[in-house]
């Protein structure tokens, strides 16, 4: 059996390792709640009291607020929760990208398409 070797950081990037996991527990439990439309509609209804219910701190918080991607993971959310977040602001995987690379979305989009030969 292969040794299990640590996790090498990719230079940019945050590891969703266990750590992470228990420090976004919260966040990516309210994302999940996401999936039902009522939910969705009472976080639009009042933002802060939905983060309150599902015991968000401060940086949490402030992600939430900001709209931003980055901030969230570093806060522990996991990207696949946090597509349901985005989704509330009709932001797809695109307007994360923008946001990982600190392109914009259409500059993102060139890369993409220079990428692959476009």
Same mark, same amino acid.
């Given at each position: 059996?292969p040794?299990?070797?640590?996790?090498?950081?990719?230079?940019?990037?945050?590891?969703?390792?266990?750590?992470q %996991? +228990?420090? @976004?527990?919260?966040?990516?439990?309210?994302?999940?709640?996401f999936n039902?439309?009522?939910? =969705?509609?009472?976080? #639009?209804?009042?933002?802060?009291?939905?983060?309150?219910?599902? @015991?968000?701190?401060?940086?949490?918080?402030?992600?939430?607020?900001? +709209?931003?991607? #980055?901030?969230? $993971? %570093? %806060? @522990? !959310?996991? *990207?696949?929760?946090? *597509?349901?977040?985005?989704?509330?602001? =009709?932001?797809?995987?695109?307007? $994360? !990208?923008?946001?990982?690379?600190?392109?914009?979305?259409?500059?993102?989009? *060139?890369?993409?398409? *220079?990428?692959? !030969?476009?």
């Open positions: 059996m040794a299990i070797r640590p996790h090498q950081p990719v230079p940019g990037t945050t590891i969703f390792d266990g750590e %996991a +228990r420090k @976004g527990y919260a966040l990516n439990k309210m994302c999940y709640s039902e439309a009522a939910n =969705r509609a009472a976080f #639009l209804a009042d933002e802060d009291g939905y983060c309150e219910r599902y @015991g968000l701190n401060a940086e949490q918080r402030e992600a939430i607020r900001n +709209r931003n991607v #980055l901030q969230l $993971i %570093a %806060a @522990g !959310g996991n *990207a696949y929760y946090l *597509a349901k977040f985005a989704g509330i602001f =009709r932001l797809d995987m695109q307007d $994360i !990208g923008a946001q990982q690379t600190g392109l914009t979305k259409d500059e993102f989009k *060139a890369k993409l398409l *220079a990428a692959r !030969g476009e």
